[in-house]
C-alpha cells in the first residue's frame, strides 16, 4: 500500500472531521456536502489498483476544494481477487471484500489524519450484492472500526453510529435514502448546484465482463495474478498456450502500449517488411536459451545476429520492481524507441536476420508459443494474410531474426 497526499489535510479546526471514502461519484459527492452542512470538515481519501484509477476523484476533489489522500492498494486487491472471503459480484468483482478493506484502510487512517469517524456514500438497497442491509453490516465487520462508519446518505435506516451518539452529526438532519431508484439524489444534486453526475466504481475493470474472463483464465494457467502480467492483459487479443501467454495488438496504439510494457525476457514478434500487429510473448518459465543463455549464443553468433544498433535487453529494463512491471522488474523504459524500431522493421527500413539452422533465432523459434504467435501476427497482418509466403520477426534482447511461413502454415488461424 502507498499513500499520496494529493492536497495535504491541515490542522483540524472545527469540532468534527470526517475521512470520507471518496470514489468522485455522485453518492459519495453528496454524503460530503451533505456532512460539510453540518459543520464537518471534509478530508477525502480515494483509492487506486490496476485494476481502476482515481482521476475523476482528484479531479472533483480539486473542484470541491476538498483535502485529498490517495492510497494505491494495487497489491492487496489482487490478494483479495485471488482470495475473496466473500465471493464475487457479476464479474471478477470482490466488492464486498474490497469495500471492506478501504473502510479497514480508512480506519486505520483515522488518527493520522485528526479524523473522527469514516464516511462514505453507500446507500442501503441500491446494489443488490455489495449495497443491502447484510452487505454493508460485512464490510462494518471486516473494517474492524465497528460503530464508526457513517453513512448519511442511508443513516437513518441503520443503526446510530458513534459520531451521531456522541452529538458530532445530528442524526435528524442524515437521510434515510433506499433503493436504485435516484430520484432523491438527482434532487440533493441540483440543490448543491452540481452539473456533473459521474457514475459510482465506474471504470473498474474486476466488472467488465471480457477483462474478468481474461483474468479468470490468466489465474487458471499462472495459478496466481502477476502485476505484470495483469497490464499486459488490458490491451490487445490475447492467448494462453500451455508455454506461454500471447498477447497481439490491434491497432497502432494497443502495438504502441505493448512495446511500452514489454518486459526484458518477453519475445516481441511482428511482420516484416508489412504493415501488421505487434504481439508480446511472455513465457511461462523462462528458458535459458530466453534469459541469461541467449546473451552467450548471441555472442557466439555476431555474425548472424542484427542488433539494430543496440542492445535492448539493458534499454528495456525499467526502475525496478513495481506494480506495472513483470515479475523480473523489467517494465515500462523505453518503449517509445522499441514501437519505433517495430514501425521499421515493418517498412523494410531494418532487416531481419535469416535465422539459419542452430542460430539463436532457431532456437528461440522452436518455441512453439513463438511460432503461434509469428502465424497470429500473419494473421490479423491484411497485407501479409494474402500473400503465398509471408516472413515474421522476433524481436529479442536487441536481436532481429526472421522466421518465413506459407500460407497453409498460418490458413488454419482464417
Ligand atoms: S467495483 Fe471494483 S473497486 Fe469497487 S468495490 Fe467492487 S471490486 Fe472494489
Same mark, same amino acid.
Given at each position: 500500500m502507498e499513500i499520496f497526499e494529493i492536497k495535504k489535510p491541515e490542522e483540524k479546526r472545527k469540532k468534527a472531521r470526517a475521512l470520507l471514502l471518496f470514489s468522485g461519484g455522485l453518492d459519495s459527492i453528496l454524503a460530503g456536502k451533505l456532512l460539510e452542512e453540518q459543520d464537518v470538515e471534509i478530508v477525502a481519501l480515494t483509492f487506486r489498483s490496476q485494476f481502476f484509477g482515481a482521476g475523476q476523484a482528484i479531479r472533483l476533489a480539486g473542484e470541491l476544494g476538498w483535502p485529498l489522500v490517495l492510497v494505491d492498494i494495487s497489491p492487496e486487491q489482487i490478494e483479495i481477487v485471488e482470495n475473496p472471503r466473500y465471493g464475487y459480484g457479476r464479474?471478477? =468483482?470482490p466488492c464486498i471484500d474490497c469495500h471492506g478493506q478501504m473502510v479497514r484502510i480508512a480506519g486505520e487512517l483515522l488518527e493520522r489524519y485528526q479524523a473522527d469517524f469514516v464516511a462514505t456514500g453507500e446507500v442501503v438497497g441500491e446494489r443488490p450484492k455489495s449495497q443491502n442491509r447484510q452487505a454493508l453490516g460485512l464490510v462494518e465487520k471486516l473494517s474492524?472500526?465497528?460503530? %464508526?462508519? %457513517?453513512? $448519511?446518505?442511508s443513516a437513518r435506516l441503520l443503526p446510530a453510529t458513534i459520531p451521531e451518539e456522541k452529538g458530532l452529526?445530528?442524526? =435528524?438532519?442524515l437521510l434515510d435514502i433506499f433503493g436504485r431508484y435516484r430520484k432523491k439524489q438527482l434532487e440533493l444534486a441540483e440543490r448543491y448546484g452540481l452539473k456533473e453526475y459521474p457514475t459510482p466504481a465506474g471504470g473498474c475493470l474486476l466488472t467488465d465482463p471480457g477483462f474478468a474472463a481474461r483474468a479468470r483464465q490468466l489465474m487458471k494457467w499462472r495459478g496466481k495474478l502477476w502485476p505484470g502480467d495483469i497490464e499486459l492483459i488490458k490491451t490487445g487479443r490475447v492467448f494462453f498456450e500451455p508455454d506461454g501467454l500471447i498477447v497481439v495488438g490491434r491497432d497502432e496504439r494497443e502495438n504502441e502500449k505493448i512495446a511500452a510494457i514489454a518486459g526484458k525476457t518477453d519475445i516481441l514478434v511482428t511482420t516484416a517488411g508489412v504493415k501488421g500487429p505487434l504481439a508480446a510473448v511472455r513465457l511461462k518459465e523462462v528458458s535459458p536459451l530466453v534469459a541469461d543463455g541467449v546473451v552467450k549464443i548471441s555472442s557466439s553468433h555476431d555474425a548472424s545476429v542484427n542488433r539494430a544498433g543496440e542492445d535492448w535487453s539493458d534499454s528495456l529494463a525499467?526502475?525496478? $520492481?513495481? $506494480?506495472?512491471?513483470?515479475q523480473e522488474g523489467a517494465g515500462i523504459g523505453r518503449g517509445a524507441e522499441l514501437a519505433r524500431m517495430v514501425r521499421q522493421i515493418q517498412d523494410g527500413m531494418i532487416r531481419p536476420e535469416k535465422s539459419g539452422p542452430g542460430s539463436v533465432g532457431a532456437g528461440i523459434a522452436s518455441l512453439s508459443v513463438v511460432r503461434k504467435a509469428c502465424l497470429l501476427v500473419i494473421r490479423y497482418s491484411r497485407r501479409a494474410r494474402d500473400k503465398e509466403r509471408a516472413s515474421a520477426a522476433v524481436i529479442h534482447r536487441g536481436l532481429v531474426f526472421e522466421l518465413e511461413f506459407q500460407q497453409a502454415d498460418w490458413g488454419k488461424y482464417l
Open positions: 464479474q471478477l =468483482n474492524g472500526i465497528k460503530g %464508526l462508519v %457513517l453513512r $448519511p446518505l452529526v445530528d442524526r =435528524n438532519r525499467g526502475s525496478g $520492481p513495481g $506494480p506495472y512491471h513483470d
